[in-house]
């Protein structure tokens, strides 16, 4: 590997290989071009002003060309700083809210617990206490699995395990799963199943491609307070796309990149009010992208917002 010099040793050779050169070449041209003194000095005197010129045009060269390296460094370098900075501050707030979406679901169930250790209690009590717990617990649970997804993610120990899927199947446990949800919160939850009716069987991977629609569908409940959700699919140029529209409170425009970003969707300011790990739109466009296809929205604050998901099927086998 070949050393670098630094700018002071290039810029110092440059120099005496210059002068040194430029006294030789001049001598043995001059020494016979004049018998008189007096010209002899003019020449070099010319000379000498001649050289202080070149030497001088191309030292301001070499420090041009270093001033203009050093101030790329320094922007790279600051550029640098901003993103690990910005990074570390994401951090930070993915673990406080971390620390808050596992400690709040513990803390219920610990004090529901301690209600239900509670000698006189009527069974409508019980219940409530118990379902209480059992929501508490599955909360916990989904963040503790949000967790681990993007911790395979993130080592790249996420692999396919390929098999014949039936599309209809997994849309109907999927309706059937968010159905109660939508109840729950009093909201329309719409099914538009383009390819209902036919036996359609696709090689993929099951848990990954509903793992996909569960993160996108339970977006759009937990953002919508009033309205509908709206779930569906059809087939488009050899792929399937689904979609889930919401009337939901929107995205702005600056931000419909940064919520599927890794970290960067842990604002507090935007996460705070809501429950969960605000990791599933992460593992979503991960776990799009091994399937071999791709997520994107269109959304409007106030307005609601569309996802879409599109995946190739090579091959579809109708039945």
């Not at 971390?98 to 009590?125: D, Y």
């Not at 409530?128 to 967790?147: F, W």
């Not at 919508?224 to 140029?237: A, I, Q, S, Y």
């Amino acid at each position: 590997m070949k050393k670098k010099w630094n700018f002071e040793t290039r810029i110092t050779l440059t120099y005496l290989v210059l002068g040194i050169g430029w006294i030789i070449i001049t001598d043995f041209l001059l020494e016979n071009a004049s018998e008189s003194i007096m010209s002899w000095t003019q020449m070099q005197s010319a000379k000498g002003i001649i050289f202080v010129l070149i030497s001088s045009l191309v030292i301001f060269m070499l420090s041009r060309r270093y001033s203009k390296q050093q101030k790329f460094i320094k922007k790279h370098l600051q550029k640098s700083k901003e993103i690990a900075e910005e990074s570390d501050r994401l951090k930070s707030v993915f673990l406080a809210n971390m620390s808050h979406e596992i400690r709040t679901p513990m803390n219920g169930i610990l004090g529901f617990v301690r209600l239900l250790e509670e000698p006189n209690l009527t069974a409508e009590q019980r219940a409530l206490y118990l379902g209480y717990v059992k929501k508490s617990a599955l909360r916990l649970l989904d963040t503790i699995n949000d967790i681990i997804e993007i911790s395979k993610i993130e080592s790249e120990e996420a692999v396919l395990h390929r098999d014949d899927v039936d599309l209809n199947e997994s849309i109907s446990y999927l309706y059937g799963f968010f159905k109660p949800i939508a109840e729950e919160k009093g909201l329309s939850f719409v099914l538009k199943n383009g390819i209902l009716g036919e036996k359609t069987i696709v090689h993929t991977d099951k848990i990954k491609l509903e793992s996909v629609l569960i993160n996108i569908i339970k977006n759009a409940f937990k953002f919508t307070h009033e309205g509908f959700v709206e779930f569906g699919c059809n087939f488009l140029d050899g792929a399937i796309v689904f979609y889930v529209k919401d009337s939901g409170i929107g995205i702005p425009s600056d931000r419909q990149d940064a919520i599927f970003e890794r970290f960067t969707q842990a604002d507090l300011s935007i996460t705070k009010p809501y429950e969960g790990s605000g990791l599933g739109l992460s593992i979503a466009r991960a776990y799009a992208a091994l399937l071999g296809g791709k997520i994107w929205l269109e959304s409007e604050p106030g307005k609601g917002s569309t996802f879409w998901f599109s995946m190739k099927l090579e091959p579809v086998k109708q039945i």
